[in-house]
């Protein structure tokens, strides 16, 4: 019989729990079905963008070891979440005050046509060593995406306070039109990540481009963004990044970054793309989006809510049952390949982080990081999401075909009270064997209970607890 891991996840509600009560006498059913195939799973993970890489490195008084301990909960799969992508910023701020990113080509050439003046640190404000820990733990996929161009290449001469790239639809630049001479900056960004041995998978142009901000931000239609896509793809396929997929746009929302990729389809670019990229602040994934491309969502995060580490407590926005429902209908309902939660490590009294390690030197891991790691520890990249047949409305499941062959199954129980369920797989091979419960919850954070029977069927019944999250491992 194939290895089989299984994950069962219940969900919250926004209410405090009530005491447990007696599942119904008629047990569930949840059916695999193998034959029916989704999207490819690329990953779960975080962004460490506006300096979080050298916080975690110490910057902010972080000791050695509980730098040490950060990694291993980030990427760690035995003691940690188990994340496999890592999303960075590329800069284009003049310095690093305050946290900001700096530019790999900070003064202007003087024209679009002039060649741009690089300078490179090895260090990037510690994100060079942080894709190295990343890449050292298993991790392969490592985003970079840039939040503005340049001031000298944008409408406000200012990489702060959004402005428009010289050049696209819309734009009238004394200086001419700097479209090229970005699609080079990214692609010397690469270039510089290739010499400390780091081979970026991903690059964007755009982040939040429906928002004006006081840092480093850039606005674009999908009109405008379709101007730039076929130029970068063509600099980065002449540069030997093929490989390299472009990720657009990075709108606040899904219902925005809808709306710029009609645009962008309109306009012919969509297949210079490789992966449609959206946040969830503005309107959540709870539609997919009209598109073939992958999906994902690359950033979101509790930005109001003061710092927990309550899983299911009073059911308030950071805790970590309502980021486990989260996940779910981004993959269930929007069809998202990716996750990736906004900053994985700071010094924060808010929920922006998976860790946080305020006031200096205190780590503090909250449910968050957990609800993540029972997808990502046991849903690695190159999974797909199968059909999973649910008898009973209160259970929302997902389902993956694992690349080593095996079944990973994902229930979220948005009732109250513990369900006996009957699950079986259709279109495997059957066999006896035992499985491992792994538990989140309250009281546990991904730990080992006692094994399970399956039968020779390839069947199991299970008691689906009320509000916790259990992953089966056979």
């Known amino acids: ?128 060593w942080l894709s190295q820990q990343a890449l050292s733990h298993g991790v392969r996929t490592i985003y970079a995406d840039a939040w503005s161009a340049p001031a000298y290449m944008k409408t406000n001469n200012n990489d702060s306070n959004g402005g428009m790239l010289c050049g696209v639809t819309g734009t009238d630049c004394p200086t001419g039109d700097w479209r090229q001479s970005y699609a080079n900056y990214l692609v010397q960004y690469l270039r510089f990540y290739q010499q400390e041995g780091i081979n970026l998978t991903h690059v964007g142009f755009l982040n939040e481009p429906d928002l004006i901000v006081y840092y480093a931000s850039m606005v674009s239609s999908g009109t405008q963004a379709a101007d730039v896509l076929p130029i970068l793809r063509s600099t980065l396929d002449a540069a030997g990044f093929s490989h390299v997929e472009i990720a657009c746009c990075e709108a606040t929302g899904w219902q925005e970054q809808g709306d710029m990729l009609t645009e962008i389809q309109l306009a012919g670019a969509e297949d210079t793309m490789g992966v449609v990229a959206s946040h969830g602040y503005s309107s959540q994934p709870k539609l997919p989006l009209p598109t073939t491309k992958k999906v994902w969502q690359t950033e979101w995060a509790d930005l109001d809510g003061t710092w927990t580490t309550h899983w299911d407590v009073l059911g308030k926005a950071g805790e970590g049952l309502v980021w486990a429902n989260h996940i779910q209908n981004a993959i269930r309902l929007s069809n998202c390949s990716a996750f990736i939660y906004w900053q994985g490590a700071e010094n924060t009294t808010g929920n922006s982080a998976l860790i946080s390690f305020a006031p200096g030197d205190e780590v503090h891991v909250s449910k968050r990081l957990w609800a993540m790691g029972q997808f990502s520890r046991f849903v690695k990249p190159g999974s797909v999401r199968v059909e999973a047949e649910v008898s009973l409305p209160l259970l929302h499941s997902t389902a993956y075909e694992m690349v080593e062959g095996g079944v990973a199954l994902v229930v979220i129980n948005n009732g109250h009270v513990d369900y006996e369920t009957e699950i079986s797989v259709r279109g495997g091979k059957g066999g006896a064997g035992m499985m491992t419960p792994w538990v989140t919850n309250n009281d546990f954070n991904a730990t080992a209970q006692e094994g399970v029977q399956v039968s020779e069927g390839g069947s199991w019944r299970v008691t689906i607890p009320a509000r916790s999250m259990v992953t089966y491992v056979m």
Not at 9 to 31: D, V
Not at 98 to 124: R, V
Request: contains cysteine.
């Open 1 to 128: 019989m194939k290895s089989l891991i299984l994950t069962l996840l219940t969900a919250t509600c926004l209410a405090a729990p009530s005491p447990p009560a007696q599942s119904p006498l008629q047990p569930a059913t949840i059916t695999i079905d193998l034959a029916t195939r989704y999207q490819e799973i690329d990953g779960f993970g975080f962004s460490s963008a506006f300096q979080r890489s050298a916080d975690i490195r110490g910057k902010k008084g972080l000791s050695p070891e509980n730098t040490t301990r950060v990694i291993e909960y980030l990427f760690s799969n035995t003691d940690g979440a188990g994340l496999s992508i890592l999303r960075n910023g590329i800069g284009s701020s003049q310095n690093t005050t305050k946290d900001f990113m700096n530019s790999i080509a900070p003064t202007s050439p003087g024209s679009p046509d002039a060649p741009l003046n690089y300078t490179w640190d090895h260090i990037d404000t510690e994100q060079v």
